[in-house]
Structure formats: C-alpha cells, structure tokens
C-alpha cells in the first residue's frame, strides 16, 4: 500500500490493477527480498501480482543465497550501467539535443532566505553523488567520475527578471543541453521575479534541470523534497 498509495490491498487484488507500473513493481520486489531475505525478482511480481500469488512466489524461495546489497570497493575506473551506457552514447551522438532534459519549476511566493536556499543546493549535491558526476571519455568508452562536493561547478543561478519576461528567461534556461563528459548533470536557478502592481509580494521561481543519465521523473520529488528540507533546516540555523 506504502509504495502504490492506496489506503488498503485485499489478498485477491492486483498489483497493477492498483496502479502499479514496471518501475514500482521493481521497487516491490526489492522491498519483499529485503524483509524476507530472498532474491525475489521483479519476475516474480509480472508472473502473479496479486497479494496471495507474491505471498505463493515468497514461500517458494530459498533464502540461503540472498546476498544482502552492500557497500562495495570502488574500482580505478567505475563503469557505467546499461541505462547510462545508452545516455551516454546518445549524448555523445549530439550533446546540442534536449530530448533527455528532466526540468522542473516551481513558483516560491513569500519571504525567502535566498542564503539558506542557496546553502541547501550545497547540501543536497553533497549528499547525492550522481548530483556531482560525469562521464568522461576513455579509450572510446564512458566511465563515472565523482567530483568532490569541493570541486562540483553547481550553485544556485540568480537572476531578477520582470514578470512578462519570467516564462521565456525560465524556458531559455531549462533548454540549455548539457555535456556529460564534462559537465555535471544537473542546473538550478533562482528567477527573482518583479510582479507588477504588487510591490508587496514577493515571488521567486526555483528551476531545477537534469539530464537523464543521472535522475528520471521519478526522481524529481524526492530531490525537491531534499532541497525543501536542506532548506527548512539552513533558514533555521542548523548546518549539519
């Protein structure tokens, strides 16, 4: 119920029939496997995806050779998987595209810490490797390399931006293409925004864009989410 937001599952109900999709039915299985000490494959959910059959697919299991997932040596060189593989080559094939931009805007209205705003995206690129990563070439391949939080080019954009200017300046930015071999994948901005005939409120339009090798729709809540807290904390004096 946690992962498909529904108040309530019956034993006969169906997984997808409840809204259930390829990446949460994944999701699921990692989260059976993990309480249950199995390898229990996203498979298992697409075979019988009702409650009773991943209950059945469970029992039938043997959890001896489960291998919990943990932290391991990283190598010299760290490969890409097979999603970024493909990224990467269509990045390499024409770095000018946008097809793989994931943007998101929000509109802020009210007093803003724009030091504890700027000071939170800090915090989050510290947190989120992928946030702080790119993709050289070597030898005709792709390969991952982890900027120190130090060294990562990513900071908060500001710009103060009339109100009839404010969609087309937040366009210009979320179009900008990114190059993984020598950018990290992903830009923010703040559009300070000048609202006519209401010099008393303030509005402001946090834009955040990443490029596809490093997050998905999916992903973009949690890492607002992230930002928003990073946020609360910074404009509540706590930095840790």
């Known amino acids: 119920t946690e ?51 991943l209950a059945s697919a469970a029992g039938r299991l043997d959890g001896g050779d489960y291998v919990p997932l943990t932290a391991q040596e990283r190598p010299d060189r760290i490969p890409l998987s097979y999603a970024q593989q493909r990224m990467w080559f269509l990045n390499r094939f024409d770095s000018s595209s946008l097809a793989y931009n994931v943007p998101l805007a929000i509109r802020l209205t009210g007093t803003l810490d724009t030091t504890a705003l700027e000071n939170a995206v800090r915090d989050v690129v510290d947190r989120h490797e992928v946030l702080r990563t790119v993709y050289p070439e070597r030898d005709g391949t792709g390969s ?48 300070e925004v000048n609202v006519y005939g209401e010099a008393d409120r303030a509005t402001a339009i946090l834009v955040l864009v990443a490029h596809h090798i490093a997050l998905d729709g999916f992903s973009l809540g949690p890492l607002m989410r992230d930002i928003m807290m990073a946020y609360t904390a910074r404009a509540a004096g706590i930095d840790d």
């Open 3 to 53: 992962i498909l937001g529904v108040e309530r599952a019956g034993k006969d109900d169906d997984f997808f029939d409840l809204g259930g999709n390829s990446l949460s039915a994944t999701r699921l299985a990692a989260r059976i496997g993990a309480a249950l000490d199995v390898n229990f494959s996203a498979r298992e959910v697409f075979d019988d995806s009702t409650v009773t059959g």
């Open 144 to 191: 991952q390399l982890v900027l120190s939080a130090s060294d990562a080019p990513v900071r908060l954009e500001r710009a103060r931006v009339d109100e009839i200017d404010a969609t087309a300046r937040v366009t210009e930015f979320l179009a900008r293409p990114f190059d993984v071999t020598t950018e990290v994948p992903v830009r923010t901005a703040l559009f």
